[in-house]
């Protein structure tokens, strides 16, 4: 949200005044706090644009902050933002996800002032950049847009940053909600990890451990040659990949057409069906000495295959595929090197080219999905992007205004939020309706967001002629508790859309005590045939209905520019009340 600001920070007996055309929200950072007063000045803050890689800084911020959030999610909720690269951008994602953060100039002096981490705008060449900055009072550590990582101290830090933060609180009870289970995720490779350890302490065969060592370090480098293959680039290789002087190119050999064997399968593909194969053979079937030196008859004209194109026809050396060479090599030693007699086992051979093949269509099916998946991701960002369209929206807003101009009775109404804010959503709703429980987790996750900014006014969409229906009873029950207290109101409202359980619910809230008094309720029911309502959930911004073409969770999405606009007085925007 933009605001013209000019605040006073204060922290001890220091004191700052500061003018700044900043997006403030709401937050106390640590023992800081924060006033404001009336406009004096008015300072634009520039947009600063900022590289792709602004993705990983702001990773690794929120990571560094205690904020766990889906991944795959926030890196498109920011570069679909239509202000993307720039600061706005930063602020509407740490925004979407619920991070209460402010962006604003600040006094350099105040530096001791400022949260252990810190995002801030810095200046070294004529170009700006934005960098993490971890405050340690006598040098600040800091990881900048282009990866790199310096170690600065306060003074110098002073010459290159230009005042401009983004800062949140530390969250001190990270939040499941909206976020990658990290026990779903490493669970899976615990178990992996574990169950290979066990076999490698309780395998008293040194051949064999030290070829399942080999083993997994062939499909470590077999994942790094499926990301090139798939056009992913990772800084841990890029380095290593790419070099004018040593003539390498890890990408320009993995996609290159005289890397598929027999022109059937890429040699990326076999790395990662080989060495997965070999690793699940191990530990399903044992080792048998005779099938991998077999193996290891086969991969020799391979390892041939693959340091004559790379030297002759394409030219170009990846080291990547030369680890994969090393493995294959060493491997060989390994399997040649026997302790034991060797004995042919027919049946093992037969189990273990089953293996071979299911990898080889397990791998093959997963790829395709991969490919598509690849693919519909710049489709699913430019989507992102037409879909928070501002001026597309507010278009589509303005498009259905609701019939009536009168609105319920102020001691019939229910409201929420900040009471005396311009802006406001109505909720139509009704306690059995299906599809209202997800319009109101939407509705909930705006109201904490945005608390002091915003109104929510329900409006039951229920007759009163049914005494007996649920949906009466508990909506005129609602009304009640909301005459007494608004909060308790507001809890027994969320409580029901959580249980949806008439039974519990009426045995936690009770019916409804003034049977013969339906007056507010027949106000919101009246209003709504008024207006044609008679679906729920529906969802009208002021005077104006929302569009069909988006969801009610979509509303998060343009709530800052629907605060601005109204603000701004803009003549398509709607009418608040």
Known sequence: MYLYVNYTFKHLDCEYEINSYAFIIAIVLSSKIIHFSPIKNKYVLKSIIMENKLYDILQKFILNNSFIVNTDDFKLQLISNPSFPSIKAISDTLDYFGIENIVANVPKDALDQLPEYFLAVIEEDNAKSIAQVQNKNNYLKLFVEDGTKKKVSVDEFKEIWNGTIIAIEKNNSPSTNKSISLKKLTLPLLLIGLATLTFLLFNKNI?????????????????????????????????ICNSTENNTSCSDVINNKTSKLFGLISLSDASIIYFTSQLLIIGILGFNTSFFIVLSIISIPIIFYSLYSQAFIIKKWCPLCLGIVSILISQIVVSFISPTSINFNLLFFIKSFAIIASMYLIWIISKKMISKALKLEPLKVEYFKFKRNENLFLTLLTKE??????????????????????????????????????????????????????KLTVVFNVSSENTENPATQISQRIIEIYQLNKEDAYKALKNWFEIKDVDKWQEAYNKPTMLSNYESLNSHYNWCLENDISYTP???????????????????????FLIEAQNKKIKKEPSIH
């Open 207 to 239: 051949q064999t451990i030290i070829y399942t060592v080999f083993t997994l370090i062939g499909i470590f480098i077999s994942y790094f040659i499926i990301r090139e293959s798939f056009g992913i680039q990772d800084k841990s290789t890029s380095k």
């Open 401 to 454: 205004k609701r019939k009536t101009e009168t609105f319920i009775e102020a001691s019939s109404r229910i409201t929420f939020g900040n009471p005396d804010a311009k802006f406001e959503i109505v909720s139509v709703t009704n306690p059995l309706c299906g599809f209202c429980t997800k319009a109101f987790e939407s509705y909930d996750s705006l109201l904490k967001t945005f608390d002091n900014k915003l």
């Open 538 to 560: 529906a969802t009208l911004i002021g005077n104006y209905f929302f569009p069909k073409e988006y969801e009610v969770k979509d509303l998060s999405l343009f709530i800052d």
